[in-house]
């Protein structure tokens, strides 16, 4: 059985082990360390039989609030974690006050752009080679 839950600093090992199977452009142990405390900083993570199989991760400081990650084990994907680690991150900018939330994400990334749709986010702009190998973002909005 899947559970959500609020990261704490135990879990980086695994985010970071996590992080470097989905991502090619991983934060470091030490970023994740950083992070993690900031009061701006908020994130969960999903377990299953209490191994780390998702996260997500964003920041939100008085109306606005941006999802920085949501990545998902390759073998758990298609079964709504990602949604719901989503729409913990949303609730969470929600308490905290944020109005509106907003994500890059890469053009070619259609599981995460179908993802942030599904969660009602539009698309307000393209970034032309946003991403250190040159591909370019969309930038997506949502109204919380
Ligand atoms: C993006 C990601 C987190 C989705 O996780 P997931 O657990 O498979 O997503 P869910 O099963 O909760 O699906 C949520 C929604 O996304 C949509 N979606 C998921 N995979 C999709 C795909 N391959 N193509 C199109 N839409 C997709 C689903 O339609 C679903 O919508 P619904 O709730 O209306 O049915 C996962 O693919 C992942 O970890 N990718 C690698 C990391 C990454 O790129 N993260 C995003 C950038 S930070």
Redesign the pocket.
């Known amino acids: 059985m899947e559970k959500i839950r609020a990261w704490t600093l135990a879990d980086i090992p695994a985010i970071v082990a996590l992080e470097r199977a989905?991502?090619s452009d991983p934060w470091t142990a030490e970023a994740w360390l950083g992070a993690i405390p900031r009061a701006d900083v908020f994130g969960f993570v999903a377990e299953e039989n209490g191994e780390l199989v998702?996260f997500a991760c964003g920041t939100a400081l008085f109306e606005d609030s941006e999802?920085?990650?949501?990545?998902?084990r390759?073998t758990?994907?298609?079964?709504?974690?990602?949604?719901?680690?989503t729409d913990a991150l949303l609730n969470e900018a929600k308490a905290r006050g944020a109005q509106r939330t907003f994500l890059e994400?890469?053009v070619g990334?259609?599981?995460?752009?179908?993802?942030y749709r599904?969660r009602g986010f539009e698309t307000t702009r393209e970034r032309k080679k946003y991403y250190a190998d040159g591909e370019d973002a969309l930038e997506m909005k949502k109204d919380l």
């Open positions: 989905c991502f998702g999802i920085w990650k949501v990545a998902v390759e758990m994907r298609g079964k709504g974690l990602g949604g719901a680690l994400v890469r990334n259609q599981a995460a752009i179908g993802l599904s």
